[in-house]
């Protein structure tokens, strides 16, 4: 079932057809619009909350554990990352508190949290990765989404969305909820994909960041600014450091298709291959990935 939507920031009905894109995993086509009146991208024919699990398959990438189907080399890169997403957080956060992450898979970013003195909690809306937090990495992780979070009395002092907001049907209301879940001096730290990122040039229409019909919406730093003066936040820092061969080789793969097992084959060369290209474009804010950090007002 499709549903129709409009703007989530403005609520406006008016827009402009931005682009056309089919799945990668039903072969659907589905479209994204830019809202006139403040910029917003979203996805015009979604799918409605009943149907929107069959267009996530078995292996998606955020519901496959670290080293489970990764070599060497692979986790050490997942585990490099989520350490720098966590020195990021400290940095602005100091002493470890109670951390809640939303969407949290199958809570690898948990365990290093956990690992680096944090307490931690999870919430997921898939079953099979929410089971897998639990039971495999023995995580405090509840199934469901965010709304089933309104009115929990616990106060957190970091909220982390990794790469998920782009999936929510209401990123507004989740944004004010999260505003309530949070203590006084809390912090929202999430990421999203870089619409001024080079890889979204480089492979135009290819390009991960689209992903219909999984993302319902793509943000500029103007949509993001917007919604933190919907919700009461504010900007503290928004930073590209992450994102580095992981989403390239789904690009390419997005782009190539049928060359899909030489691209994976040639996992070892591409971190070589990028490293220059990669530390570029997070130095002029053209990461594939923008990673913001943000307070209460």
Not at 25 to 37: H, I, M, N, T, Y
Not at 55 to 66: G, H, K, L, N, S
Not at 85 to 95: H, P, Q, S, T
Not at 232 to 245: A, S
Request: hydrophobic fraction near 40%; charge should be neutral.
């Amino acid at each position: 079932m499709i549903e129709i939507t409009h703007c989530d920031l403005c609520g406006s009905s008016e827009y402009s057809p931005f682009l056309r894109r089919i799945d990668r995993v039903s072969g659907q086509e589905f479209l994204l619009v830019q809202c006139r009146a403040c910029g917003l991208i979203y996805l015009r024919n979604r799918p409605s909350p009943e149907t929107i699990a069959s267009f996530y398959p078995e292996d998606y990438e955020c519901f496959t554990r670290a080293g489970e189907t990764s070599s060497g080399l692979q986790s050490w890169h997942q585990r490099r990352a989520m350490n720098m997403r966590l020195d990021f957080i400290e940095k602005y956060a100091g002493n470890p508190g109670i951390l809640l992450d939303i969407g949290c898979g199958t809570g690898d970013f948990l365990v290093s949290a956990r690992n680096r003195g944090w307490q931690v909690k999870g919430i997921e809306l898939v079953e099979r990765a929410a089971q897998i937090a639990r039971e495999v990495n023995g995580l405090d992780v509840l199934t469901g989404s965010i709304e089933n979070l309104a009115g929990h009395p616990e106060r957190y002092r970091v909220i982390t969305l990794w790469d998920v907001l782009e999936h929510l049907p209401s990123p507004r209301s989740a944004f004010q909820l999260i505003h309530e879940l949070l203590q006084e001096d809390g912090l929202l730290v999430f990421s999203i994909p870089n619409l001024t990122s080079f890889d979204r040039y480089l492979f135009s229409a290819s390009w991960i960041g689209w992903d219909v019909p999984r993302h319902f919406f793509l943000f500029n730093k103007e949509n993001i600014q917007q919604l933190c003066e919907l919700s009461g936040f504010k900007i503290i820092e928004d930073k590209t450091f992450i994102g580095g061969k992981g989403t390239f080789q789904l690009s390419l793969i997005q782009r190539f298709p049928s060359q899909k097992k030489i691209v994976l084959a040639a996992d070892p060369f591409l971190s070589m291959l990028l490293y220059p290209y990669r530390q570029i474009s997070y130095a002029l804010h053209r990461g594939p990935i923008s990673v913001y950090v943000l307070t209460k007002r």
